[in-house]
């Protein structure tokens, strides 16, 4: 029974760990097409332009560097319901926490990048980030890829205390709806 288990956590973390992904990915470039105004970052890549394509690349990954943290939340909790063999309607309130967090995980980011990306552009004065990148700018890829990634891996860190939040505990739901 608890190979059945583990099977069924790791399926649910492949799960909403592909579909939080494409959903972080999509709503990182979307935030950055915003940033970047003028720039379309496609076109930029049909044209060969390796700067963009590096930083591109550094978003891609930060994001989903930040979000393995909270599908691997996910697992344990869902791992500590299975152990446990809690009710159904835990399991329910475990789901949707799970759920809430992911997209709590991908929102936060994606802002944090983004502010991280301003800041970096007000505090180099005299250059225009964005405007080397479309000139393709490798050096300027570079650096902001460095800014994205350090970003990323600082909030994987920050992101692992999301799930000792009362909030995020099912326990703390079971015991207000007295399940």
Do not use: C, H, W
């Amino acid at each position: 029974m608890e190979l059945i288990f583990s099977i069924i956590v790791l399926l649910m973390q492949i799960l909403f760990g592909v579909i939080f992904g494409v959903a972080a990915v999509y709503l990182s470039l979307r935030f950055f097409d915003k940033m970047t105004g003028d720039i379309d970052e496609m076109k930029e890549l049909k044209k060969g332009n390796v700067a963009m394509a590096i930083m591109l690349f550094s978003l891609m990954l930060g994001i989903g560097l930040i979000l393995s943290t909270g599908v691997n939340n996910f697992g344990v909790i869902f791992s500590n319901i299975f152990e446990n063999k809690y009710s159904f309607p835990l399991f329910l309130v475990a789901l949707v926490l799970a759920v809430i967090e992911l997209l709590v995980i991908v929102l936060i980011s994606v802002f944090v990048i983004y502010v991280s990306i301003s800041v970096l552009d007000k505090l180099t004065v005299g250059l225009n980030e964005m405007s080397e990148l479309k000139k393709g700018n490798i050096a300027v890829g570079l650096e902001i890829s460095a800014v994205i990634l350090v970003i990323s891996i600082i909030m994987m860190g920050a992101m692992q205390g999301l799930e000792n939040l009362p909030l995020f505990n099912p326990l703390t739901y079971v015991k207000m709806l007295g399940l």
